[in-house]
């Protein structure tokens, strides 16, 4: 089925491990972001790429990178994790923004 | 900082009742979006405004836009136990390249 796939489903890391949250979409979209969700929070804006090749920080960017290679494609990397990065995190995508978005179902993250 | 701010943070209402859920939001916006959220669950869109928009439907949804306010309304209409989920209003950043998120809205519908 087309849509948002993320992976893993859930994930536990130790303090200071690294890991890449894996996120891809088939819609041919060229806008795709990711968001950590804790609880009050709401959605918190992380990274964002609005094509290949190009990336931006969003409101919570520390202690995360990202990079866009193709265009199905939008990784999400962990340096070295801490308990704050505790969260659930989803990807999400949009052909060009003026239109809503498609969420993956998450990763839930605990880092321990 | 976040863009939206839903009030209020939670709503509890019975099943075939309305239920209404507002938006306020800061800086000026091309469309603001709603979306909702089951328990453990990812976003799903709802429904889209644009900026020149006052109001939209679909299906039991109603919003409405006023942004001499900076502020939507999301109704709905005749609740139903299914519609049980957190809502969040979304409006993009500065360049209209990733959304802004509020905290949302809890509705438990009992039936």
């Known amino acids: 089925n087309a849509g948002v796939t993320q992976t893993p489903k859930f994930q536990v890391l130790k303090t200071g491990q690294s890991m890449t949250l894996q996120c891809a979409q088939d819609?041919?979209?060229?806008?795709m972001s990711w968001y950590r969700q804790d609880p009050g929070m709401g959605l918190r804006l992380i990274h964002y790429s609005v094509g290949a090749g190009i990336t931006d920080q969003g409101e919570v960017p520390n202690g995360y990178n990202v990079s866009r290679s193709t265009t199905e494609d939008f990784p999400l990397r962990l340096l070295s994790a801490a308990p704050s990065q505790t969260s659930v995190y989803f990807c999400?995508?949009?052909?060009?923004?003026?239109?809503?978005?498609?969420f993956g179902s998450g990763t839930r993250l605990t880092v321990v | 900082s976040q863009q939206g701010e839903e009030d209020p943070q939670a709503l509890s209402i019975q099943e075939g009742e309305n239920a209404t859920m507002n938006c306020s939001y800061k800086t000026s916006i091309n469309n603001l979006q709603w979306y909702r959220q089951n328990s453990g669950r990812g976003l799903v869109h709802l429904i889209l405004i644009r900026s020149n928009e006052r109001e939209k439907h679909s299906g039991r949804l109603r919003v409405t836009l006023d942004t001499s306010k900076k502020s939507s309304s999301l109704l709905i209409t005749a609740s139903r136990a299914a519609d049980t989920a957190s809502y969040f209003c979304?409006?993009?950043?500065?360049?209209?390249?990733?959304?802004?998120f509020g905290k949302g809205t809890t509705l438990s519908v009992s039936s």
């Open positions: 979304a409006t993009g950043n500065q360049a209209g390249t990733a959304l802004i």
């Open positions: 819609m041919n979209h060229e806008y």
């Open positions: 999400a995508s949009s052909y060009s923004g003026r239109e809503g978005y498609t």
